[in-house]
């Protein structure tokens, strides 16, 4: 993005955000893209007739507004959630960190802070700075592990209004346990967020935070479409707590906020649930494949329970970043010394990346 100096114009732009950085989506082109943490696979045929059909249904309604509460796709999203979950329990918006957005309108603002555990999604402390809650920086061990006693103790130094939590950590990979989300909540008065947007690609016998909303009434989780599911481009996230919290989440949610189309594909998407999900099993065998052709290089890599792998043990990352895209392969310098992160891709392009990451040149 090109940014205009307009000598002519200060704009007051809020003090607090002066000395931030703008949020914005690295682009570079590459013929193995491996850098986005999306679906590798198109929509399949059946689902894109689907949500062909429901759009097309929906044409000549646009002139109207959509369902502002989008009641039928918060209970399709209930349904698909399970855990007794209801549509009351459910609140959805323009991807998760949209209704993490909306979250931190309602439970942090001025004057209060929220706290997330390094290295995680860098998008938590963005939100936070736009809604102008302050940002306490927790940490994870040098293996990016958090023991709940480690969780528990920083949440009591740090006093947060709300904490995040990422399962699957993004970009560490790892999933929390559900002990740690259990600590955290416990010891919080605040809000906890556990953030899944990647939970259907965890390894089997791990548990989500869902199953905990019923003992914590603070305790939100939120979820996304872009991943499992494979409609990034649709926007859809959604988010999962008690009645009254998303209640109060009404308090700051813009006017038919969700548009009819996104609502439309996103209904679509979930009568595939098993196509798609079938999609997230063959995503998986491909992870694994890339953990343990990494670690065969030698290389350090953390389990993942994500459809990214971060891999390590480099001098210089940015100097395999350049290796990899001159090859051909981009993948994500998400800013851990000595790490990358590689998204899964299709068969196909994990052999390319793996072949190329057999040709790294030694003491790089
Ligand atoms: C941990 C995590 N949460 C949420 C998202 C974004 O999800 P959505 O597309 O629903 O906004 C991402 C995407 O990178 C992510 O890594």
Redo the contacts with the bound molecule.
């Keep these: 993005m090109v940014t205009l100096v307009d000598p002519f114009e200060d704009l007051p732009l809020r003090d607090d955000l002066r000395s931030r950085a703008p949020q914005a989506v690295p682009q570079v082109d590459a013929a193995v893209r491996l850098d986005?943490?999306g679906n590798p696979y198109p929509v399949p045929d059946a689902v894109a007739d689907s949500i062909e059909k429901s759009v097309r249904g929906l044409v000549r309604d646009l002139h109207r507004y959509p369902d502002p509460d989008a009641l039928a796709l918060r209970e399709d999203l209930a349904n698909y959630v399970g855990h007794g979950m209801t549509a009351a329990n459910i609140w959805v918006g323009?991807?998760?960190?949209?209704v993490?957005q909306q979250a931190l309108l309602a439970f942090g603002g001025h004057g209060r802070t929220a706290m997330g555990f390094s290295p995680?999604?860098p998008?938590h402390a963005h939100v936070a700075a736009a809604t102008g809650t302050g940002w306490l920086d927790g940490h994870r061990t040098r293996e990016f592990h958090l023991h709940p006693e480690q969780a528990k103790a920083q949440v009591r130094v740090f006093q947060p209004d709300l904490v995040f939590l990422?399962s699957?950590?993004?970009?560490t990979g790892s999933a929390v346990s559900l002990e740690t989300v259990e600590a955290v909540a416990a010891e919080t008065p605040g809000v906890v967020i556990v953030?899944e947007?990647?939970v259907e690609f965890s390894r089997d016998g791990t548990r989500s935070a869902v199953e905990l909303i019923s003992r914590f009434p603070r305790l939100l989780v939120?979820?996304?479409?872009?991943?499992a599911f494979g409609i990034?481009g649709a926007?859809?996230?959604y988010l999962i707590g008690r009645p009254h919290a998303i209640e109060y989440l009404q308090h700051v949610r813009l006017p038919y906020h969700l548009s009819a189309l996104a609502q439309a594909a996103a209904r679509a998407a979930l009568a595939h649930a098993s196509t798609l999900l079938g999609q997230v099993e063959a995503v998986k065998a491909q992870r694994d494949r890339l953990v343990a052709g990494l670690r065969e290089l030698g290389l350090t890599v953390p389990d993942s329970d994500a459809n990214f792998v971060l891999f390590g043990g480099f001098r210089d990352e940015k100097a395999v970043w350049q290796f990899l895209l001159d090859r051909g392969v981009l993948v994500r310098d998400v800013g851990i010394p000595s790490y990358l992160r590689v998204s899964v891709g299709t068969a196909e392009e994990v052999d390319t990346f793996l072949q190329v990451m057999g040709q790294l040149p030694d003491g790089i």
Excluded: F, I, K, W
Aim: glycine fraction near 6%; proline fraction near 7%.
């Design positions: 986005t943490n323009n991807g998760s960190a949209d993490q995680s999604r998008m990422c699957p950590n993004n970009p953030d947007a990647y939120t979820r996304s479409l872009s991943a990034a926007r859809v996230g």
